[in-house]
């Protein structure tokens, strides 16, 4: 069974540019979270979707982040416009619906976002 | 609010040697506590986690957690350090509910000498 997988591994953009993140899920995964890690700092809260639905955009930095998951499949995170603060590594996880409670996600191995 | 507290940014062991990794967490219920492992250039890949089970918790790799209530920690350990384990380790606590997003401590990095 395929994992989490993230488009692109690495980008490279110019302050003021947009960037988009695609991540495709587990199949049947319902829930998918993002997430960022800052160089040294934790890795951070961006926001879950259920199916389609935001459930939890309270990590989100401001507006200049716009997440959507079209059909309840893949998901982008789209930037724009890009400031330096926005460099650091974003995660994507997901996890089944209903497994029993217990808040097992599965990552993808991250896109690593340099703003110059 | 939930946090998580792992001191220090790197640990160093010989292989062979205990590995021993802290955590310690606050949260305002029962938490949900995990431990998670990123190798080199791959994603987090779950190491084991307490969910209100036995304290005791075995995961992969050899590893595994005990679950302090009274100290507030989830202290990661294992018997013997393998050069494959070096790798940054996060801890992470979530509560019960079944949509409940992960917070994680900073991380620390193990790196284990031949």
């Known amino acids: 069974e395929a994992g989490v997988t993230q488009f692109p591994s690495h980008s490279v953009i110019e302050k003021g540019q947009t960037v988009t993140l695609r991540c495709d899920p587990i199949?049947?995964?319902?829930?998918l979270y993002w997430y960022r890690r800052v160089m040294g700092k934790e890795i951070k809260f961006l926001l879950h979707f259920v199916k389609e639905s935001k459930q939890d955009e309270s990590g989100m930095p401001n507006n200049r982040f716009l997440a959507e998951r079209t059909g309840g499949t893949y998901s982008t995170l789209k930037v724009q416009p890009a400031e330096l603060e926005d460099s650091g590594v974003y995660f994507c996880?997901?996890?089944?619906?209903?497994?029993?409670?217990?808040?097992?996600?599965?990552f993808g191995p991250g896109t690593r976002l340099t703003v110059l | 609010a939930q946090s998580v507290t792992q001191l220090g940014s790197h640990v160093s062991v010989s292989e062979g040697a205990l590995v021993l990794l802290r955590c310690n967490y606050s949260s305002s219920v029962p938490p949900y506590l995990f431990w998670y492992v990123q190798y080199p250039n791959q994603g987090l890949q779950l190491l084991l986690k307490y969910t209100s089970a036995a304290t005791l918790v075995k995961g992969i790799n050899g590893f595994e957690a005990e679950f302090k209530k009274s100290e507030t920690s989830f202290h990661l350990t294992k018997p013997s350090a393998h050069m494959s384990d070096a790798a940054e380790y996060f801890c992470?606590?979530?509560?019960?509910?079944?949509?409940?997003?992960?917070?994680f401590g900073k991380g620390i990095t193990l790196s284990v000498r031949p």
């Open positions: 996880a997901t996890r089944l619906a209903g497994s029993g409670g217990v808040n097992e996600q599965f």
């Open positions: 992470a606590v979530s509560d019960s509910g079944a949509n409940s997003k992960l917070t």
């Open positions: 199949s049947g995964h319902d829930n």
